[in-house]
């Protein structure tokens, strides 16, 4: 897990009425803490898990029978409510970044070892299978119709929402709270936070800590967050890849949608904060394609966003990097 909820601020030093579930989903593990005000409806275990079984039934790529995973065969579907807000959020994050965040680059993530389909042997030798699958990754390969159909310009292309899905489900769960007449709650779902109101139980914000990359350090985490009506979420690259066997090389999850390759920076991760998690997810994945430098400039261009970023300097030591905004608590 990239970043972790630090569970120690849902402790109850003073007596206050609270919902808390945790579980699993998306792969990963959820966590959902809320406590309710005077006029408000009961959550059930089976209100979270319903919200995220119908985002998987959307979005994941990992489920055969998805909606997204019958259009990557070829289907031609109606898009549900959930694609389409995922479809218009990707395509504002991919205009931004120039293309960096694509994620059409589901058939090299898939070629390279790292999502749901078989890896393509040798593509780290031969640049040919990298060019032959990079003509079919771009964004605006995609439109969405006048009747709600998505079209795609080649039947090639490969959708893939895994960075973004996560945080656009922490969202929907976020809002099932709200609707209940809940106003202070966190949800995480695999590190990725949604944090609205304050803990009442602590009379404080949220507090969320980020993983340190370097475990050898014996310190778990690197830094503490105070979070308040604001998402974070954390894309890294130190713990999903490989080393081929007879070159030693490293190859991270990341790939950059401009080379066909996987991402190799400086950059260990980034933690982004902003308004919802869908944002946040997917521009943190959007970091990760930049690296350090081109994601400071990025983030100086666009303030409504901070950010927490983890990176090894020419020596190996490891540094970090916050925005203004970002509240350290220690």
């Known amino acids: ?89 990707a395509h504002k994050i991919y205009v931004e970044t120039g293309g960096l965040y694509d994620p059409t680059i589901g058939i090299l993530v898939n070629a390279w070892g790292f999502g749901p389909a078989k890896k393509i042997q040798g593509i780290e030798q031969d640049s040919t299978i990298v060019d032959s699958l990079k003509k079919f990754v771009g964004y605006d390969y995609l439109t969405i119709d006048e009747h709600g159909f998505l079209q795609k310009k080649y039947p090639q292309v490969y959708i893939d929402y895994n960075s973004i899905a996560k945080g656009y489900a922490i969202d929907r769960v976020g809002k099932m709270i709200e609707d209940k007449g809940i106003e202070n709650y966190l949800v995480e779902i695999g590190g990725e936070v949604l944090a609205k109101g304050k803990n009442i139980a602590k009379d404080k914000d949220w507090l969320v800590a980020i993983d340190n990359p370097n475990r050898k350090s014996g310190n778990k985490f690197i830094s503490k967050i105070a979070l308040s009506n604001k998402a974070m979420a954390t894309s890294g690259n130190y713990r999903k890849y490989y080393v081929d066997k007879e070159t030693g090389k490293k190859y991270v999850h990341t790939i950059d949608p401009k080379t066909g390759y996987p991402a190799i920076r400086h950059l260990l991760s980034a933690s982004i904060i902003a308004d919802n998690c869908t944002m946040a997810d997917g521009y943190a994945t959007a970091c990760m394609v930049m690296g350090l430098k081109a994601s400071q400039k990025f983030l100086e261009k666009h303030p409504e966003l901070q950010a927490f970023l983890v990176y090894s300097d020419d020596q190996g030591n490891i540094k970090t990097y916050k925005t203004s905004g970002v509240q350290i608590i220690e």
């Open 1 to 89: 897990m990239l970043f972790f909820l630090f569970l120690a601020a849902c402790s109850h030093p003073k007596k206050a009425k609270s919902f808390y579930f945790e579980g699993n989903a998306l792969g990963t593990t959820y966590h959902v803490k809320a406590f309710p005000g005077e006029d408000f409806k009961t959550i059930q275990q089976k209100d979270i898990d319903s919200v995220i079984t119908a985002v998987n039934a959307s979005l994941s790529t990992y489920q055969p029978t998805s909606l997204i995973s019958r259009i990557n065969k070829g289907k031609a579907l109606l898009l549900d409510q959930q694609f389409k807000d995922v479809y218009q959020a």
